[in-house]
């Protein structure tokens, strides 16, 4: 197991913009050096092929039906907005 030394948390320190006394740069060592520890069983674990999806994706669309569109009366006899077989919007400036 590596042990993590002093320059690399003064370096560590220095590149996170934090200023350290000598107390904290012996406690983090030591901190450090545990969570290294901890991540040193985590590779002993077995490891599963990854999964970026856990539900299997599928296309659910429809597919595309070519259909005769509405009349154009059926498509605006509900509307009273409407001008010259269009309809009429809000005026934009």
């Not at 991540?39 to 092929?49: G, R, Y």
């Amino acid at each position: 197991m590596k042990k993590i030394t002093e320059e690399t948390v003064k370096h560590v320190a220095a590149v996170a913009r934090i200023n350290l006394t000598a107390s904290e740069v012996k406690r983090f060592q030591k901190e450090l050096t545990e969570i290294l520890a901890a991540f040193k069983t985590l590779d002993e674990a077995p490891a599963a092929e990854p999964s970026f999806q856990p539900i299997p994706m599928e296309n659910v669309m429809r597919e595309d039906i070519i259909e005769e569109p509405l009349p154009r009366e059926v498509a605006m006899k509900n509307t009273k907005h409407k001008e010259k077989g269009f309809f009429k919007g809000p005026k934009a400036i």
